[in-house]
């Protein structure tokens, strides 16, 4: 299987999932601690973050699994509150500082290209204290964030992603709570948090370009995460409409507003209204953005991130009962094919990644398209043979390379990454409804002395 000169091999971390350390060497709390900290039933036997994968201390160990993989570029997000305990400049931690300017510095002399995320889900405590995303003045505090982030680490750091799968988060945190902080504002926090995470992102970019760009020369985007979605009766027009509104849900809610024309999509404003209206609602659930916000959102990527994993089947599912909640709002249940091979939520379709990227290719202009997660998961324990993850990746690539303009950019300086999720296991949690469950291992490195 031949890759394009240009081709750039990746894999990628989070804070929270691999450094450990929660609480090391002035580190403020993040959301995460306290959600895993307060026990019950939220996550699996009482599992934590608090030592992950020790990456705090072993960042040696994790420099020597990428130069043995041989990876090109490394994504890695930063931790707000090690850096900034309590989510402001007021303190700034200068281990945090240190810990990062290792890991930037050992990944450049080794010829690899970090890719830097600022925010993957794990909010300063603190700022959560005073309304975390579903307040405003989340804005200016990530804002005043991204900007010391950009003038601490910038001039080695030219990849940036602002923040990770705004879509998963505003769902899962804030509409159905399972997230930190654990909340549920079904039907209104989500819409809430995605528009402040919108917010966040332009003006985070906005300050990359008229502060930095000029002399550090890199590149803004935020990451979002997309499951190919296909209506589960091609025959029903029921079906494909609903497929049509699902995806534009769940990708075009943020795509649109940063890639096109500053505001959310026409379907969505509709549908939104029109259930708010049922539901005995004064006006739509869903904020507006101002004609002057339009403009500063407008054009703030500077490349599409994307992160796919598996494919799903729509099926129409009228809202009767004016239920709240987003997935209400679109009127959908959805589903596998029970044909599709699987490992807990990940459903094996090549296919989707394909479609997905051709959707985006045709809806937003033919943008440079970064594949920022993928990847396939273990069972718990996870075996060493895992024939069938590198089967998962064998056909996945296999349909990248069928259409490579797609995927991949020739004529850009750097050469556009693939990603896979992660060098090493990762401590993810996640539950579905009541019911909490640990993610099988995404990690291709097996972590023996891995403690929770």
């Known amino acids: ?245 699902a995806i534009t849900f ?10 096109i024309d500053g505001d959310y999509p026409e379907v969505v404003k509709s549908q939104i209204a029109s259930m708010s209206q049922k539901q005995g609602y004064p006006s739509s659930r869903l904020p507006e953005f101002t004609e002057e916000e339009k403009k500063m959102i407008k054009g703030t990527a500077d490349f599409f991130a994307v992160q796919y994993y598996t494919t799903r089947l729509i099926k129409y599912q009228e809202n009767r009962k004016g239920e709240l909640g987003i997935l209400q709002d679109v009127e959908i249940e959805f589903f596998p094919d029970p044909s599709w091979k699987n490992v807990d939520w990940i459903y094996v379709v090549p296919w989707g990644v394909r479609k997905l990227l051709k959707y985006i290719k045709d809806t937003y202009n033919n943008p440079v398209i970064y594949i920022t997660e993928n990847g396939f998961p273990q069972s718990d324990p996870a075996p060493l043979d895992d024939t069938q993850r590198w089967e998962y990746f064998r056909q996945t690539f296999q349909e990248l390379l069928k259409d490579v303009t797609v995927t991949f950019c020739h004529d850009c300086e750097a050469p556009q990454p693939y990603e896979t999720v992660s060098p090493i296991n990762l401590f993810v949690c996640v539950c579905v409804c009541v019911c909490v469950c640990k993610l099988p291992s995404l990690g291709y490195v097996f972590i023996s002395s891995m403690k929770n």
């Open 1 to 245: 299987m031949a890759f394009p000169e240009g081709f750039g091999w990746a894999a990628a971390t989070a804070a929270y999932q691999v450094e450990g350390g929660w609480d090391a060497d002035g580190k403020g709390p993040c959301v995460w601690d306290t959600f895993t900290h307060q026990g019950g039933e939220r996550v699996f036997k009482n599992q934590t973050g608090d030592v992950a994968c020790g990456s705090y201390t072993l960042w040696e160990e994790d420099l020597k699994c990428i130069k043995q993989l041989g990876l090109t570029h490394y994504r890695f997000s930063l931790s707000w509150s090690r850096l900034l305990p309590d989510g402001t400049t007021g303190f700034i931690n200068q281990k945090g500082i240190d810990y990062y300017n290792k890991i930037i510095d050992d990944l450049l002399t080794n010829g690899v290209t970090p890719i830097v995320t600022l925010y993957h889900f794990d909010l300063p405590q603190a700022l959560e204290d005073q309304g975390g995303w579903l307040s405003e003045a989340i804005i200016e505090f990530f804002d005043k964030y991204a900007q010391f982030c950009f003038s601490t680490f910038g001039d080695r750091v030219k990849q940036w992603i602002t923040i990770n799968e705004a879509n998963i988060l505003s769902m899962m945190a804030y509409d159905l709570g399972i997230f930190p902080p654990g909340v549920p504002h079904c039907g209104t926090g989500g819409y809430q948090a995605a528009h402040n995470l919108i917010k966040a992102h332009a003006r985070s970019w906005h300050s990359y370009d008229s502060l930095f760009r000029k002399e550090q020369k890199g590149l803004v985007s935020l990451s979002l995460f997309a499951t190919w979605l296909e209506p589960a009766d091609p025959n029903s027009v029921s079906d494909q409409e609903a497929a049509k509104r």
């Open 250 to 259: 769940h990708l075009d809610f943020f795509a649109k507003p940063i890639f």
